[in-house]
């Protein structure tokens, strides 16, 4: 079974500029998260879909960041414009349907800002 | 609310010597979830061990052990006999229904083991 792909693994860009995340979740996986994990900290969860509806992004930074999951199986996020704070690694789940307990994580993307 | 405190930041061991990392998690729920999970260099999380929390058992596998105690609301990971593989940033993490009505995973800050040889 093919696990969470995420792309890029890596990024660098300059503050203000905006970056796009890209995954694609386990098959057949309803539910898909994305996590921020600042340096040295425990990933904090940003957006939890269930298909293609959003459940909970009340962590999202809404001014600046947004995400979406069309046709209910992949997914972006985006970020733009991107402030130095955003430097990060973002990580995506999936979970199968009436299994949230059972997240499969992503390698994540690592995102430098400027 | 949903909290996970990880008060060990960084521990250092030699190799075969035993380690217990510490969890301490507050939730108001009555049914939710425990997890370690364990982030290598290489940045992926490998997911370890789930508990629930009407399973109080202790649980052993291969060098690995977890203590879960509802009364001090703690779920410490023990390593006995530590290798230098087992480097890495453990996490704990809560899952919980919060106020969703969807479970919502809560990790703490992690602890840093190194085991130098």
């Known amino acids: 079974e093919a696990g969470v792909a995420q792309s890029p693994r890596y990024k660098i860009i300059e503050k203000r500029q905006s970056v796009a995340f890209w995954c694609n979740p386990i098959?057949?996986?309803?539910?898909l998260y994305w996590y921020q994990q600042i340096l040295g900290q425990g990933p904090k969860l940003l957006i939890q879909?269930?298909?293609?509806?959003?459940?909970?992004d009340s962590q999202l930074p809404k001014d600046r960041f947004s995400a979406e999951r069309l046709k209910g199986v992949d997914s972006t996020l985006k970020i733009q414009p991107a402030k130095l704070e955003d430097s990060a690694v973002y990580l995506c789940?999936?979970?199968?349907?009436?299994?949230?307990?059972?997240?499969?994580f992503g390698p994540g993307t690592r995102l430098t800002v400027l | 609310a949903q909290k996970v405190t990880q008060a060990q930041t960084e521990i250092s061991v030699v190799e075969k010597e035993d380690v217990t990392l510490d969890c301490v998690y507050e939730?108001?729920?009555?049914?939710?979830?425990l997890f370690w999970y364990k982030q290598p260099p290489s940045g992926e999380l490998v997911f370890l061990i789930r508990?629930?929390?009407?399973?109080?058992q202790n649980e052993i596998s291969g060098r690995y052990s977890w203590n879960f105690q509802k009364s001090t609301s703690s779920f410490n990971f023990t390593i006995t006999a530590s290798q230098v593989v087992d480097s890495a940033v453990y996490f704990c993490?809560?899952?919980?229904?919060?106020?969703?009505?969807?479970?919502?995973?809560?990790f703490g800050t992690g602890t840093r083991l190194l085991v130098s040889p």
């Open positions: 789940a999936s979970s199968p349907k009436d299994r949230y307990n059972e997240q499969f």
């Open positions: 098959s057949g996986h309803a539910t």
């Open positions: 879909f269930q298909n293609n509806g959003v459940v909970d």
């Open positions: 939730t108001r729920d009555t049914t939710y979830y």
């Open positions: 508990r629930n929390s009407f399973d109080e």
């Open positions: 993490a809560l899952s919980d229904l919060g106020d969703t009505g969807f479970q919502k995973l809560v």
